[in-house]
């Protein structure tokens, strides 16, 4: 069935990059787009941006477009989402989610189960 | 972009209904028929419960319903169960190719 498995928990210093996986099964990895949100401890989903697994085009959230970069290794079916100049208040858990059988583009029905990234000195 | 705006917190008893609404502008609530809604129970990833709308994915009990006007999208739980008791996220496109999410609302079963 699909699945979107990410990468293990995290402790970065701030100032550090994180990257975070997510390997995908079931489905043709290049057929539909990518979307990473983030969750805060106690707080509401973020949303990140997207990648297009087939072209590798990305769109991100004016908030991120300086130090996040998205990208993907079509020969593993990977997604990747990298953070840079990490500070205290990108400690959260980080999901992939990806549109599948929702018919749409902008409704994610298939997520992967979080990777938390905790930044701390 | 800012987040759209949603109650922090709604109850109900069982078996009565609870409406949620989900207030942006017309840059993307009002602009477009891409509203979504999640449901997140504590520790999971969220789970889509509305797509476009109105759509109800598979599986997804026709008690739960999603509807539109104007700026204001609403999520509507009628026939309230115990496990219904999560927190719920709007979702809308914004243009450019972006997405937006509400701050969460809380729904308390009673």
């Known amino acids: 069935q699909v699945q979107l498995l990410q990468s293990g928990a995290e402790v970065k210093k701030p100032g550090a990059s994180v990257t975070v996986s997510c390997r995908t099964s079931?489905?043709?990895?290049?057929?539909?787009?990518m979307h990473w949100v983030r969750q805060a401890p106690g707080q509401g989903l973020e949303w990140m941006g997207w990648?297009?697994?087939?072209?590798?085009?990305?769109t991100y959230a004016q908030k991120f477009q300086d130090w996040v970069t998205m990208t993907r290794d079509t020969s593993t079916s990977t997604a990747y989402m990298e953070l840079r100049s990490l500070k205290s208040d990108d400690t959260a858990v980080y999901y992939c989610?990806?549109?599948?059988?929702?018919?749409?583009?902008?409704?994610?029905?298939?997520w992967g189960q979080g990777t938390m990234v905790t930044v701390s000195s | 972009q800012s987040a759209l705006t949603q109650p922090r917190s709604v109850s109900g008893s069982p078996g009565q209904s609870v409406t949620i609404s989900c207030t942006g502008t017309?840059?993307?609530?009002?602009?477009?028929?891409?509203v979504s809604w999640y449901q997140q129970h504590p520790g999971k990833a969220p789970k889509l419960m509305i797509s476009?709308?109105?759509k109800r994915p598979s599986g997804v009990p026709d008690r739960f319903s999603g509807s539109k006007s104007g700026n204001t999208a609403s999520l509507t739980i009628s026939v309230l169960q115990a496990e219904d008791e999560a927190d719920y996220y709007c979702?809308?496109?914004?243009?450019?190719?972006?997405?937006?999410f509400g701050g969460g609302t809380r729904l308390t079963v009673l």
């Open positions: 989610a990806s549109p599948q059988f929702s018919g749409s583009p902008w409704a994610f029905d298939i």
């Open positions: 079931g489905y043709t990895f290049t057929g539909y787009y």
């Open positions: 990648i297009n697994p087939h072209s590798g085009v990305t």
């Open positions: 017309g840059s993307d609530v009002g602009g477009y028929n891409y």
């Open positions: 476009d709308v109105s």
């Open positions: 979702c809308s496109y914004a243009g450019s190719y972006t997405a937006v």
